[in-house]
């Protein structure tokens, strides 16, 4: 099979990339390096040094014996895409490409319109280019469990839910409410496949995922594999954050009273899940949800965990809860539906106890790189 990722170079997009590979798939991936810029922008970097795009295509061969197109560009580019599905001719596209963080999102007007604009440009280029070219393209796409935001409901695995409206019984789009304009991207990106994929009978798996931990996968065993890191305070999930604050021996952090409840999956598991979409895809035309997480936290919880973790490998740390700088419910309902991974033999192989000490393990080795990037791991972005 042959899969285009966009957005290769991010922590998830570099360790698909690498499972793909490593299962004998075709890979070619567009990335715009802007996380490199983006994480420098605010002071920050991956924990660990990341090899330059050229020199991850070499260290693959070396180690993996395998072949990676690695094009440095724009997914908005309808062009660029335009140019390389023709060329590449993919059975699935995995759409990464977009700006990631909600608290980048926050900062100001450009920052939220730069989010809105890159991220449902991509989308469009995208959306068109299949539809154009070869609209029998599986289009994968990456969204959050977050556009749900705290509903009093369960999360279903679908795109429309039943209501009753002026008493009688109506199909509707799954209620959303965004947390961030991160979010609204993204709940804009699935009315736009839901619109475009119905006009052009596309055939699209949009997933719903929840924050992904960790530092490996089976594929990542050295420094020249690793994928990038993030754990400041704008472009690093929860456990990965709490890490880094253990290692440099700093309280772990939550925000607000603690109780934000979640759905967390390990990079090895994310991978995993996505490879299976990949390789068992909806029915032509079908637009299919998928949830995808393996275990539910609040974030307390995740600091209790990470704190445990770093005093059985004799790191001392305590828990000191801080102003929450974010408009959001801090205790609520949270119970979305997960079947379709089940469905297709997916089982968790990691979990947040054991892998945050492998995380803590890997991170100690780089300790005097993270001391210099401390100052950004505390919150500064304010949503009010």
Request: proline share 5%; glycine share 6%.
């Amino acid at each position: 099979m042959k899969a285009l990722i966009l957005g290769i170079d991010g922590y998830i997009g570099w360790a698909l990339a690498l499972r793909l590979v490593a299962k004998g798939h075709e890979v070619a991936g567009i990335d715009n390096l802007s996380t490199r810029r983006f994480s420098a922008e605010v002071g920050s970097d991956s924990a660990f040094p990341l090899p330059s795009p050229k020199e991850r295509v070499e260290a693959v061969k070396r180690k993996l014996g395998a072949d990676i197109k690695f094009i440095v560009g724009d997914a908005k580019d309808k062009a660029l895409l335009e140019e390389t599905i023709r060329d590449f001719k993919p059975d699935v596209i995995v759409h990464f490409a977009e700006q990631r963080s909600a608290p980048y999102s926050m900062k100001d007007y450009e920052h939220a319109w730069y989010t809105l604009e890159n991220n449902l440009k991509s989308t469009l280029s995208l959306l068109y280019a299949v539809s154009e070219i070869d609209p029998s393209i599986h289009i994968l796409k990456m969204g959050t469990m977050g556009e749900y935001g705290t509903p009093n409901f369960d999360i279903p695995e679908s795109a429309f839910v039943k209501a009753i409206i002026q008493g009688k019984e109506d199909t509707i789009p799954t209620p959303k409410w965004g947390g961030s304009y991160y979010h609204w991207s993204k709940i804009f990106d699935t009315f736009l496949i839901l619109f475009k994929g119905k006009l052009s009978n596309l055939t699209v798996t949009d997933i719903m995922q929840g924050p992904v931990y960790g530092t490996r996968t089976e594929e990542i065993t050295d420094e020249e594999l690793r994928t990038r890191f993030d754990f400041d305070e704008t472009w690093g999930t929860v456990i990965n954050r709490y890490c880094v604050e253990a290692v440099l021996g700093l309280p772990l952090t939550p925000y607000g009273k603690g109780k934000q409840t979640r759905g967390f999956i390990s990079l090895e598991d994310s991978v995993e899940a996505l490879r299976l979409l990949i390789e068992n895809p909806p029915k032509d035309g079908e637009y299919r949800v998928v949830n995808q997480f393996a275990e539910v936290y609040n974030v307390r919880q995740l600091a209790e965990i990470v704190k445990n973790a770093a005093e059985e490998l004799g790191l001392k740390t305590d828990i000191t809860h801080v102003k929450n700088p974010r408009v959001e419910a801090e205790e609520h309902y949270y119970n979305p539906e997960v079947k379709v991974l089940p469905s297709l033999g997916f089982k968790p192989k990691r979990n947040i106890r054991d892998e945050t000490k492998v995380m803590i393990k890997d991170l100690l080795p780089y300790k005097e790189r993270l001391e210099s990037f401390k100052h950004v791991i505390m919150p500064k972005t304010v949503w009010k």
